[in-house]
Structure formats: structure tokens, C-alpha cells
């Protein structure tokens, strides 16, 4: 009995807090708006509460605008997954079109020379496999070998960064180089040789260490030229 008196009175000031609080809460409303004006918003409130509780835990206009835009845009780029040449195409015809920008404009050579790096590490992705066999273990070296004999267990090539990936990366670059080239901000003065000799140095530096590592760990990132291995008849 002792234990209950002691929650009752523990628990009554909380809820006389609320009562008190509510009540003038509901004076101060009575006083802004008038008596009559006060109960007919409360009927409204009783009788559409659900459908003002839906309408405000709905998100923003521009947030549903944005999702909307997100969906459609991840729909037609899964849509464009089997049709591979023609994303190329379109994607080559975007570069042709941005190069022809710059010649015309003589100018944006930083911009190009930045587009250039990232496809080049682009590139380099699309060769490396996904598990660095450099990383691993020396006892498991030979797991990420091609088989060379007919009973060995399949194990295809897994690129560290997928075609379609590689696409849809090139592509968003492009479009944002293209997009840089008409602000004036960006056109930076540079004697582009020098440029394009870094680029050169770089392009077979890299290149150079990524066939190393091909050739050292056995592997071909692509299935033209690979040795084909038919079975017993």
C-alpha cells in the first residue's frame, strides 16, 4: 500500500502538469480566434484527422519531384543494359562532339586534360580484377589463374569496375565536361603540349605496370584472343 501511494503520488503532479497546460493552451486559442471559430477547428480536426496526418507526413513537392525523376532515370538506364554498342556510340559521339567544342572554342585544355586522367583511371579499373591477387595470400596465387585444362573449375574474369559501370561513368563525365565549357571561369590559360605530354608519359607508365601485373599473375581482362578448351566427345 505504501509502494502504490508513493507511484500515485509520483505520477498525479505529471499529469495535473498536462491538464494545466492543455488547459491554457486551449484559452489562449479561445482568446486569439474567438469560441466558435476555436470548436469548429477542432471538429475539423476530429473528423479529417487522417487525411491531414497523410497529407502532412507526405514529403516536400520538390523531394517527390526529385524521386520521381531518380526512378524514371534508374528505369531507362536498366532498360539500356543489353543494347552495349549503341551506348558506346552514343557515348563516343558525345566525346567527338565535346572535342569539336574545344578545338572551335581553343580553349578548356585543364578541363580536358582532367577528363582525360579520369579515363585513364576509368580504364584502369575496367582491366584490374576485383580481388588484387598482389594482396593476397602466397598459397592462393593460383586461384585467380584461368584454367588451362578442361576438368578445372570455371573461374571467370571480375572486373574491378563492370562495362556498364565504365559506361554510365564516362558518360556523366562527358556530359559535365561539356556543361564546363560554358563558363568562362573554368577557361584557365595553358600551353596544352605540356599537357599532352604529361598525359602521354603517364598513359605508358601506367599502362606499363598494368601489363606487368597481367603478366605476372595470368590473366587477360578480355575474351578475344583466349585459348578455348573443348570437351571429351
Known sequence: MITGRRVTSKI?????????????????????????????????????????????????????????????????????????????????????????????????????????????????????????????????????????KGNEEFRPFIRRLPEFKFWHSSTKACLLATFLTFFEIFNVPVFWPILVMYFIILFCITMKRQIRHMIKYRYLPFTHGKTRYSGKD
Open 12 to 148: 498525479w503532479p505529471d499529469y495535473s502538469l498536462a491538464l494545466v497546460t492543455y488547459l491554457n493552451a486551449s484559452l489562449q486559442g479561445i482568446q486569439l480566434i474567438g469560441f466558435s471559430e476555436y470548436i469548429l477547428r477542432i471538429i475539423d480536426i476530429i473528423v479529417m484527422g487522417d487525411s491531414l496526418l497523410e497529407e502532412f507526413s507526405q514529403p516536400p513537392f520538390p523531394v517527390r519531384l526529385a524521386n520521381t525523376i531518380g526512378v524514371k532515370y534508374q528505369y531507362y538506364l536498366d532498360k539500356s543494359v543489353p543494347y552495349q554498342n549503341i551506348r558506346w556510340l552514343i557515348t563516343l559521339l558525345m566525346l567527338s562532339l565535346y572535342g569539336m567544342r574545344v578545338f572551335y572554342l581553343q580553349g578548356f585544355y585543364i578541363i580536358t586534360y582532367a577528363l582525360a586522367i579520369y579515363y585513364l583511371n576509368l580504364f584502369i579499373a575496367f582491366l584490374s580484377p576485383k580481388i588484387d591477387p598482389a594482396f593476397s595470400d602466397d598459397d592462393d596465387d593460383n586461384n585467380y589463374s584461368l584454367p588451362t
